[in-house]
């Protein structure tokens, strides 16, 4: 039973491009959170999906996008990428009301 | 916004001494959850507490939410290598999940 998969696990870009993140939630999961971890920081919530809509949102400008696919997996969009947009992204899956499940992150340098 | 606290931002430890971990909310939480990070890897979830003044154990963990659930503990008894990491509590309040930066834990053997 697979967990939850993130792709790619590194990424280096530069200011002003875009990126798109991947995440496949665990098995039998179908909401699918994402946060930012910047260095030495806890996670910051960035958005959640259900049902392939956009449940709540944190405090991120609209640069930050998603989209979530009818088989529950998710995207996560950042466009005009700025320095300090360098973090682990990381994605959290699980049904609505019970405990999330990390993946390992996707680290984003942004040079 | 809502906002949650961590201290100690930093515990150093001899293996077998006790260790805690205090979380406090600027609001009153809903329920607050625990997570362990190692070194290079992702959040773990540890557990969810929900009543006002839950206590839960698991093993050498004790995790306690306060009366007024703003505030919640982790105890960790007799410390041992395998412990290491970053301990994470995150609180549901008027806001969407908010983690606290953390106290990270070292054990020297």
């Known amino acids: 039973d697979a967990g939850v998969t993130q792709s790619p696990t590194h990424l280096i870009k530069t200011r002003g491009q875009q990126v798109t993140l991947r995440c496949s939630p665990k098995?039998?999961?179908?909401?699918v959170s994402w946060y930012q971890q910047a260095l030495g920081q806890g996670p910051q919530f960035i958005f959640q999906y259900y049902e392939e809509e956009e449940r709540q949102r944190g405090n991120f400008p609209d640069r930050f996008s998603g989209h979530q696919f009818p088989n529950y997996s998710s995207e996560l969009n950042v466009n005009a990428l700025l320095l300090g947009d360098s973090a682990l992204y990381l994605c959290?899956?699980?049904?609505?009301?019970?405990?999330?499940?990390f993946g390992d992150g996707t680290r984003l340098s942004i040079l | 916004g809502q906002q949650v606290m961590q201290i100690p931002q930093y515990q150093h430890v001899q293996e077998g001494e006790d260790f805690t971990t205090y979380c406090n909310s600027s609001t009153t939480l809903s329920n607050i959850q625990w997570y362990k990070q190692r070194p290079g890897g992702h959040p773990v979830f540890l557990i969810q507490l929900v009543k006002s003044g839950e206590v839960k154990k698991q093993k050498r963990l004790t995790f306690q939410f306060g009366e007024a659930k703003k505030n919640s503990s982790l105890h960790i008894t007799a410390t041992q290598t395998t412990d290491v990491g970053t301990y994470f509590c995150?609180?549901?309040?008027?806001?969407?999940?908010?983690f606290g930066k953390g106290t990270r834990l070292s054990v020297i053997a």
């Open positions: 098995s039998g999961h179908d909401t």
């Open positions: 959290a899956s699980s049904l609505v009301g019970e405990p999330q499940h």
């Open positions: 995150a609180g549901w309040g008027n806001t969407p999940l908010v």
